[in-house]
């Protein structure tokens, strides 16, 4: 409903008009039929944003509450179709592989998740990997997952496909109406900023999720595990945890302001590199890996790296200070993250939250002219 968009929003800022404003989307609203189920959709409202979708597909209230279960990571996140206010969602969960982690002490499982709506057209997809801690307990004569893992494709590591959007609904359709979005004159041209390629954006929004809001979305998703409600068990605010896309959803967030105006976005790969809490407060950077103006006629394609830190006055703390270039590989290792930060940057070691490398398909900005004052 409009109420999980609203509460959405309330949490985790966007200013992105595609997800904000009635008007734009009704400007962007095609007269032609289709059998996709975006144009004849369009009329019923405002897109839900890409963070809530995330969730929506990630979501699980069946997981093993008997055990610390943990999302690792999210990669291949493509939102295919719009997904309005009050349709019905549907979700299919595979999974691809099950093998151990590099201490052989907990286990890792892949899985493809899909999510349709009540047109049984495929509206969002997303691979994920989760982290579960062994048991050797075998209940009512089933194989525990330990000997399952025994025989996956062990060794073979999730890939990352960069051109996975490619079958995105939702994209082609706001690609072919660019010249709509281009000639709506609701906001100043000028406030969207120029992004330059090897920019390092330090964005100035910081807050936590908070207690409260952390378990409220976490039940509106469904999410049931003790780690993120249980104060019997887990007395101190710090023990209890933000769901990984809780995080991922506050640090791209946090980023929105200065990336305005994304009107679609795709998440390659992101990793939770460390636990947080809920009031643990969050901050973000971004690496602007390239900027693409010719690709397209009306938006621009900006490849970028965003970093969620926790406890960290990002601003304040890191102006001046050099931030090694290697923290901003694709597709980098947690512990690859922190092996970096003990050599290069040890103010932030077990402070990075979130690492995500992601493609925004954003409104060009107004280019300057400048004129020579005589």
């Known amino acids: 409903s409009d109420f999980w968009r609203e509460l959405w929003q309330s949490v985790f800022y966007q200013q992105d008009r595609i997800h904000t404003s009635a008007a734009y989307v009704s400007a962007m609203k095609s007269d032609e039929q289709t059998k996709v189920g975006v144009v004849h959709t369009l009329p019923k409202g405002i897109p839900m944003p890409f963070t809530a979708m995330l969730y929506a597909a990630t979501s699980m209230s069946h997981v093993d509450d008997t055990r610390n279960v943990?999302?690792?990571?999210?990669?291949?996140?493509?939102?295919?179709?719009?997904?309005?206010?009050?349709?019905?969602?549907?979700?299919?969960?595979?999974?691809?592989?099950?093998?151990?982690?590099?201490?052989?002490?907990?286990i890792l499982v892949d899985l493809r998740c899909k999510m349709y709506n009540q047109y049984n057209e495929l509206v969002f997809r997303v691979d994920k990997t989760m982290f579960f801690e062994k048991l050797k307990l075998v209940l009512d004569g089933r194989e525990d997952i330990v000997k399952l893992s025994?025989?996956?494709?062990?060794?073979?590591?999730?890939?990352?496909?960069?051109?996975?959007?490619?079958?995105?609904?939702?994209?082609?359709?706001?690609?072919?109406?660019?010249?709509?979005?281009?000639?709506?004159?609701?906001?100043?041209?000028?406030?969207?900023?120029?992004?330059?390629t090897s920019e390092l954006l330090l964005h100035t929004l910081q807050r936590p999720i908070g207690i409260e809001t952390n378990m409220n979305l976490s039940m509106l998703f469904r999410m049931t595990h003790p780690l993120l409600y249980n104060t019997n068990?887990?007395?101190?605010?710090?023990?209890?945890?933000?769901?990984?896309?809780?995080?991922?959803?506050l640090t791209h967030s946090i980023a929105s302001k200065e990336l305005y105006e994304v009107v679609y976005e795709e998440l390659l790969d992101t990793h939770i590199i460390n636990k947080a809490s809920p009031n643990d407060c969050i901050s973000a950077m971004t690496y602007i890996i390239d900027v693409n103006d010719s690709k397209y006629e009306y938006f621009q394609e900006v490849e970028c790296i965003t970093i969620g830190l926790k406890n960290v006055d990002i601003?304040?703390?890191?102006?001046?200070?050099?931030?090694?270039?290697?923290?901003?590989?694709?597709?980098?290792?947690?512990?690859?993250?922190?092996?970096?930060?003990?050599?290069?940057?040890?103010?932030?070691?077990?402070?990075?939250?979130v690492h995500s490398y992601r493609k925004l398909l954003r409104q060009k900005p107004k280019q300057d002219t400048l004129i020579p004052l005589l």
């Open 233 to 249: 068990r887990y007395r101190d605010p710090g023990e209890l945890y933000v769901g990984g896309v809780l995080l991922v959803a």
């Open 150 to 196: 025994q025989s996956s494709k062990k060794g073979i590591a999730p890939v990352i496909d960069t051109r996975c959007n490619e079958t995105s609904v939702f994209k082609k359709y706001l690609l072919k109406q660019g010249s709509k979005a281009n000639s709506l004159n609701t906001i100043n041209p000028y406030s969207i900023k120029q992004l330059y």
């Open 315 to 353: 601003v304040n703390q890191l102006n001046n200070i050099k931030i090694p270039l290697s923290l901003f590989r694709p597709g980098i290792y947690p512990r690859d993250v922190e092996n970096i930060c003990t050599k290069f940057i040890p103010q932030l070691q077990n402070k990075i939250v």
């Open 70 to 106: 943990l999302d690792l990571s999210f990669r291949n996140c493509v939102y295919e179709r719009c997904v309005f206010p009050n349709d019905t969602l549907t979700r299919h969960f595979v999974i691809e592989n099950i093998r151990e982690s590099s201490n052989g002490k907990n």
